[in-house]
């Protein structure tokens, strides 16, 4: 039990609540104008540790910046290099500098909500250092992917203050968000690969086309060794990705960390045969020696092999990445289920693949409503068909 004692102040009396805390520890809060308040005070702290509730308010003077960095830590531990950066960034630059030193008690809901609508419009300060004459990129509006990120970076330390017993909820769950508005793939033909590769010459040609017609990352296709290459089954094993975060170049297990192994066209045999002559099985497959093929820009007024390509072809603007979508939507044409080229392209789940790609599905969707068609009347007409002669007999 607790106890409530007067004291005197210079503005007249006032009454001090003492009590102890689970671990045992005696505590005091102060400044209660009537003794009425100081009561009801007591009762509700003495519920919530009958009810496990109880939270330590010393433990929400905790500011977000000093919870942030074990947060991290974790992520750092169980994401890929190129995660854990787009996570990393959003901190440094959108999270701490409205957050960081503020205490984890103090922070509203309506607070959160104001600073995901200044994030949303780009006048949230940061941490971003523009150059004078690109000042303006700062002021711009920012797409609905970095404000979930950044918004989710707020909302999982806050996550990690409810579960450490340091705050009763987390004030940053269910504010309104931007949607994110679905991007529209682009989808290549094999005539449009033909003309591609075609158009990237020899050097490039066979990464377009095993681009094209396998569905792997451009990390993926850039870390096959010629080991990984089985010519007589029509097999590339996925081993490795190869992914360059800033100036670093990162080698490890592919995206979902499971290997796979991936078949291809009988027409890709010969030129993959002839990039992997006289190389030693550990050699890079595609590039030379150990050096790894740098991933092509396409931004802006990029000049790269792959840019230079798609303009003397003919073909739209993309990334060499949508070339793994042509590589869905090609698969899916000639008749392939989902759940083959969930594994085709190292999807987590059949879940995904359908997400993903819900528009290459829509003649699947109509092929369902002929069949349910023609099976209604089929059942219907075989019903109401008069019974013939031999019927009876």
């Known amino acids: 039990m607790g106890s409530i004692e007067p004291y005197d102040t210079a503005s007249g009396r006032r009454y001090r609540v ?23 005070y007591l009762i509700s702290v003495e519920s919530q540790m009958l009810t496990g509730d109880f939270i330590d308010p010393a433990s929400s003077r905790v500011t977000v910046g000093e919870l942030a960095p074990d947060w991290l830590d974790v992520k750092r531990m169980k ?60 002021r711009r509006p920012k797409s609905a992917t970095v404000v979930i990120r950044v918004y989710g970076v707020l909302a999982a330390v806050l996550d990690v203050a409810v579960r450490d017993r340091r705050i009763p909820r987390n004030p940053a769950r269910g504010v309104d968000l931007p949607r994110k ?40 296709l850039s870390a096959l060794r010629v080991r990984d290459l089985d010519l007589g089954r029509r097999r590339l094993s996925v081993n490795e990705n190869a992914v360059r975060v800033g100036s670093e ?14 078949s291809y066209p009988n027409f890709l045999s010969e ?13 890079l497959l595609f590039g ?75 003649d699947d969707v109509d092929a369902v409503s002929a069949a349910l068609d023609e099976a209604r009347t089929t059942a219907i007409v075989s019903k109401s068909r008069p019974l013939a002669l031999s019927d009876t007999k």
């Open 18 to 40: 003492r009590y102890r805390r689970p671990d045992h520890r005696q505590t005091a809060k102060r400044g209660f104008r009537t003794k009425r308040e100081a009561e009801r």
């Open 79 to 138: 994401l890929k290099p190129s995660s854990y950066k787009l996570l990393d960034d959003a901190w440094r630059v959108y999270v701490e500098p409205r957050w960081g030193s503020v205490q984890l008690g103090a922070v509203a809901h309506s607070d959160v909500q104001r600073w995901i609508t200044e994030v949303s419009a780009g006048t949230a300060r940061t941490a971003r250092r523009y150059h004078a004459r690109t000042a303006e990129l700062a």
């Open 181 to 220: 508005s679905k991007k529209r793939h682009v989808y290549l033909t094999h005539g449009e690969v033909d003309r591609l590769a075609g158009a990237a010459g020899p050097e490039y040609a066979t990464i377009v086309y095993a681009a094209a017609y396998t569905g792997l990352r451009w990390g993926e």
């Open 249 to 262: 170049l990162h080698v490890g297990s592919p995206k979902t960390h499971e290997l796979r192994s991936v």
């Open 271 to 283: 030129p993959l045969s002839e990039l992997a002559e006289g190389k030693e099985p550990r050699a």
């Open 288 to 362: 030379e020696g150990d050096e790894y093929m740098q991933r092509p820009r396409s931004s802006g007024a990029s000049r790269s092999w792959f840019m230079r390509a798609l303009s003397n072809a003919g073909l739209p603007r993309m990334t060499v990445h949508d070339l793994r979508h042509t590589a869905a939507s090609l698969a899916i044409a000639s008749g392939a289920n989902v759940k083959a080229v969930q594994r085709m392209l190292g999807h987590a789940s059949a879940a995904m693949t359908l997400d993903v790609y819900a528009d290459l599905f829509d």
